[in-house]
Nanobody, 118 residues
């Protein structure tokens, strides 16, 4: 069984930084794309940033220049460095990964809450 566990969310003031991480565990043969989505209250879940096994990234324009994704393949972990946070970044951040266990499948974490407020 594969699990994704996020940590590192919290409350931060506008302009501050956070660095949540997502660790994948279980029967993992390979991870293709892994990354972050977010869902604000009353809104649909949206892409934040993802990274492929080859290091190619895909990100939302709203986080360009402020957020940076990185992955540690040896640890099956992905990080999201979030700088210059804004109140509109407030959301539950979910980890998502396309993983080969017995077969290829998408997995989601339980989410970590990021609140940007003074």
């Amino acid at each position: 069984q594969v699990q994704l566990v996020e940590s590192g969310g919290g409350l931060v003031q506008p302009g501050g930084s956070l660095r949540p991480l997502c660790a994948a565990s279980g029967s993992i043969n390979r991870i293709n794309v892994i990354g972050w989505f977010r869902q604000a209250p009353g809104k649909e879940r949206e892409l934040v940033e993802t990274i492929t096994s080859g290091g190619n990234t895909n990100y939302a324009e709203s986080v360009k220049g402020r957020f940076t994704i990185a992955r540690d393949n040896a640890k099956n972990t992905v990080y999201l460095q979030m700088n210059s946070l804004k109140p509109e970044d407030t959301a539950v951040y979910y980890c998502n990964a396309h993983i080969l266990s017995l077969w290829w499948q998408d997995y989601w974490g339980q989410g970590t809450l990021v609140t940007v407020s003074s």
